[in-house]
């Protein structure tokens, strides 16, 4: 939906029938195109939310439109949020991590982000409860998609339950071939020389770290 953007020639914003602020508090401002036809986008110019419309728009399409494309731009900024940028291959894991939330653990499991990162060598995944962040080590790119399916079900289980408690592991009763995949992991570790530090979550079958 980014298209053109607005240029000198665009007319001065709307009227006020729209929201002045996003959903996090950005100012907004509405641009109409007499060049615009049907495209509506929402772009960041700094801090402000800016959503181009043609100019042929009713009060009532571009209140709707302005609604709905702010939504858009603040889910696609949450997503994109967390230290580091989002990498080709985010949106995939974000995607599976939804998937995986919903069949196995009733959808309940809500992160704003997951991400791979190549700055996390001596654990395999970590989760921020508080900002339902997730982050996996590429280190786990090319792994059999189960033992990855376990890791990314592992970190979401900590969005419900931070500790590796009796309650956590409940969460996971129903993730498949958990005991083979802990075996891998533990194996991989064991196997390889890159820092990954088996014995410093034994029994869990799992280097990850969970930050408050
Ligand atoms: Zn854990």
């Known amino acids: 939906m980014t298209k053109a953007k607005s240029g000198p020639s665009d007319p001065a914003p709307a009227s006020g029938a729209v929201p002045l602020r996003t959903a996090s508090g950005a100012p907004v401002v ?12 929402a772009n960041w110019e700094g801090g402000t939310a800016v959503v181009a419309i043609p100019a042929h728009f009713t009060a009532a399409q571009e209140l709707h439109w302005v609604e709905r494309m702010l939504a858009k731009l603040e889910a696609r900024t949450v997503r994109q949020a967390g230290p580091g940028r989002t990498a080709p291959g985010d949106d995939a894991l974000m995607a599976r991590a939804a998937a995986l939330s919903q069949r196995y653990l009733g959808g309940r499991a809500t992160p704003l982000s997951v991400r791979w990162v190549s700055n996390q060598r001596s654990r395999w995944g970590s989760c921020t409860p508080s900002r339902r962040t997730i982050r996996l080590s590429n280190q786990l790119q090319g792994m059999p998609e189960w033992v990855v399916d376990y890791v990314i079900l592992h970190e979401l289980a900590h969005l419900l339950v931070p500790s590796h408690s ?9 993730c498949p071939r958990q005991e083979e995949a802990k075996a891998f992991l533990n194996g991989v570790s064991y196997a390889t020389s890159r820092g990954l530090d088996a014995g410093a979550n034994a ?10």
């Open 166 to 174: 009796p309650a956590f592991w409940a969460e996971l009763a129903g």
């Open 203 to 212: 029994g869990t079958g799992m280097d990850d770290d969970v930050e408050e």
């Open 30 to 41: 509405v641009r109409r195109s007499a060049r615009r036809k049907r495209t509506v986008s």
